[in-house]
């Protein structure tokens, strides 16, 4: 990529944190973002390998290279010609005693790489073959390079270039906007009015509350692997908590968070819970159509109350996640030097409640293909990522803890 014709551009809010977070553990794989995809019916690892090239060379986050200036101002260089590089690997299992198992250790493995922004690839993309019409599709990126809705961008539009491809089509024209209308927008707002009103809204939001008791006990910094412990909602139970939103005016999304504010609240006896919810900060904006870092992770401050009703609880929710959509733009980096915090670790304020809302059913040339999250970057105390199955009727729950916590 030396060879290549580079123009330089600032970071993202979002980058610069994972930038400096990094730079504090360079060694340290907390900030590998990793998915894999299970394909159920042929696929063509040429064809595969074409789409995922060609996606690549449309998605200027994974080919673009990071380096500080004199000043020890960060910079991403932007790559203007096509990547020359391997793209995908290819990996047979069907010989081996236990293709899948074998599959997902390679991948584990993969996740345990650190990556230096400033010189290592950004991604690493794999086809597993596990059995005949069955693939794991494995990508690993760094999240200075793309946050969650990015990588869904990235997915979908691979299922889609490698559909066409396998129609004998031409794909149609890139989806993807530039890098370049994101930092201009984040520009323009952290010089406008609103940038004002949303710091003011924080200060008077949080009115000096800067911390959550940990369920642990005490505060450690994200380690690089994490516990996790899943579960799944049942249709019957998940109808109830529709019937909950329903009858609250509010979202599942939200009895969910307030279930989880009120087992936060028995468990410490803290009555004034403190989570963290991430906010895509892309509606209306041009980050929609751009896979990027833009993803911004807020405090969502509740009160909770010995005999509480639900109902009044999750209305509590309900009311501040509706205000910190409204002002989700504010970086939580802000926040953090507006409290004091500066200097001090960089995670989350509290807990972070992270509801995967957006669609991850993808189909290639027919061959359904269901999204696997393998990890979602650092996890500092306790993350519960909240998966919606409307076709089946359940929620999904994964609880990841830091291990040097639990």
């Not at 993969?110 to 086809?127: E, H, N, Q, V």
């Not at 980096?333 to 972070?352: A, F, K, N, S, T």
């Not at 999250?373 to 993350?383: S, W």
Request: aromatic share 6%; hydrophobic share 45%.
């Amino acid at each position: 990529m030396t060879e290549r014709a580079l123009r330089r551009l600032p970071l993202t809010g979002a980058q610069t944190g994972v930038w400096y977070g990094q730079r504090l553990a360079p060694d340290s794989p907390v900030y590998n973002v990793g998915q894999y995809v299970e394909i159920d019916g042929p696929v063509d690892p040429d064809l595969f390998e074409a789409a995922v090239r060609r996606v690549v060379d449309e998605c200027e986050a994974l080919t673009v290279r990071f380096e500080e200036d004199e000043s020890g101002t960060p910079w991403q260089l932007l790559a203007e010609e096509p990547c020359r590089g391997p793209v995908l690997d290819t990996v047979d299992h069907r010989a081996e005693s236990d293709p899948e198992a074998a599959a997902l250790a390679r991948m584990r493995a993969d996740m345990g790489t650190p990556a230096d922004p400033a010189g290592s690839p950004l991604f690493a993309f794999a086809l597993h073959l596990v059995a005949p019409g069955r693939t794991l599709w494995y990508q690993r990126v760094h999240h200075i390079a793309l946050d969650a809705y990015g990588f869904s961008l990235v997915s979908r539009r691979t299922a889609e270039v490698y559909s066409a491809l396998a129609r004998g089509e031409e794909p149609g024209p890139t989806p993807f906007g530039p890098l370049s209308a994101v930092l201009d927008e984040e520009s323009a707002y952290r010089t406008g009015e609103r940038y004002a009103e949303d710091r003011a809204h924080w200060l008077a939001r949080l009115d000096g509350r800067t911390a959550h008791e940990p369920l642990s006990g005490a505060s450690f910094p994200a380690a690089p692997d994490f516990l996790r412990a899943e579960a799944v909602v049942g249709p019957e139970a998940t109808a109830g908590i529709h019937a909950h939103a329903r009858a609250s005016r509010a979202t599942w999304a939200d009895v969910v968070t307030a279930a989880f504010a009120a087992f936060l609240h028995r468990s410490t006896g803290d009555r004034d819970v403190l989570l963290s919810l991430p906010a895509m900060a892309r509606l209306g904006s041009a980050a929609l159509s751009v896979p990027a870092m833009v993803v911004n992770v807020l405090p969502l401050r509740v009160a909770v109350r010995p005999g509480q009703p639900l109902s009044a609880l999750v209305a509590e929710v309900s009311d501040g996640v509706r205000g910190l959509r409204r002002h989700q733009r504010y970086r939580a980096e802000d926040i953090r030097r507006d409290l004091g915090l500066v200097g001090r670790d960089r995670g989350p304020l509290g807990p972070m409640v992270n509801v995967k809302a957006f669609d991850n059913a993808l189909a290639f040339a027919g061959a359904p293909g269901s999204v696997h999250n393998i990890a979602a970057g650092p996890v500092d105390d306790l993350t519960l990522a909240v998966h919606h199955d409307a076709a089946e009727g359940r929620i999904r729950l994964e609880l990841d803890a830091n291990p040097l916590a639990y």
